[in-house]
């Protein structure tokens, strides 16, 4: 099955800094890589996500990239703001009996300080 | 996210008593998920349904049970069998199991066996 490796497991930054989170999957086969935001004591919740077919993608504040032939993909949030204080996990999907299930990082407490 | 709900928010039980979390969307989803979260593990699959009357072993699957008797709800059963049940359980639905499909998580459900 799929193995997915995310780094670092703790991140602090100060406000305004950028921060990047790392993940490696295992199964070139997975297509589809979300990333969820659990703020202390709520829901994960869909961040950003990007497709195998494509390299890159940003919304405001927050950019995934993609590398197929290396099997890694970050994501990279810049001028970070303390509500940006949550941990952060990524996912790959990969085929399992005929349906695409997303095997989840252990995820990394990002800290941003005032 | 309000279209998944996941009761109770607590659960204290004593060891040996089997104990069920409940778990419905209003999103029609096809697709429902459990996950296991405990600190530094991530989120780890327990079972999945990708249609009614139908459901799937996740990685940790054993001491659990499921049913899917209706497209609304997923209900998991914690067995005596299961040996470390203490943790937060998360339910997630995606409008079905086929490749890059938003995860729509419910609030989860902290439960506590002594």
């Known amino acids: 099955g799929e193995n997915v490796e995310q780094h670092p497991s703790t991140l602090s930054v100060q406000e305004g800094d950028s921060a990047v989170i790392k993940c490696t999957y295992s199964?070139?086969?997975?297509?589809?890589f979300p990333w969820y935001k659990q703020e202390l004591g709520k829901r994960p919740q869909l961040i950003i996500d990007i497709r195998s077919n494509v390299g890159e993608k940003k919304d405001q504040r927050i950019a995934v990239t993609l590398n197929k032939t290396a099997k890694h993909f970050s994501l990279h949030i810049t001028e970070t703001q303390p509500e940006d204080s949550a941990v952060y996990f990524c996912a790959a999907s990969s085929a399992s009996g005929g349906s695409y299930i997303p095997t989840f990082g252990r995820g990394t407490s990002l800290i941003v300080h005032p | 996210d309000g279209g998944i709900t996941q009761s109770p928010k607590y659960l204290f039980r004593k060891e040996g008593q089997n104990v069920t979390l409940s778990c419905e969307q209003n999103?029609?989803?096809?697709?429902m998920y459990w996950y296991r979260q405990d600190p530094g593990q991530g989120l780890r699959l327990i079972y999945y349904?990708?249609?009614?009357?139908?459901?799937q072993k996740g990685d940790i699957a054993e001491g659990y049970s499921v049913s899917r008797e209706k497209k609304e709800s997923f209900p998991l059963t914690v067995t005596s069998a299961q040996k470390n049940p203490t943790a937060f359980y998360l339910c997630a639905s995606s409008i079905d199991g086929t490749g890059g499909k938003k995860q729509y998580f419910g609030p989860g459900t902290r439960l506590t066996v002594t």
């Open positions: 999103l029609n989803h096809d697709a």
């Open positions: 199964d070139s086969a997975s297509n589809y």
């Open positions: 349904s990708q249609i009614v009357n139908d459901f």
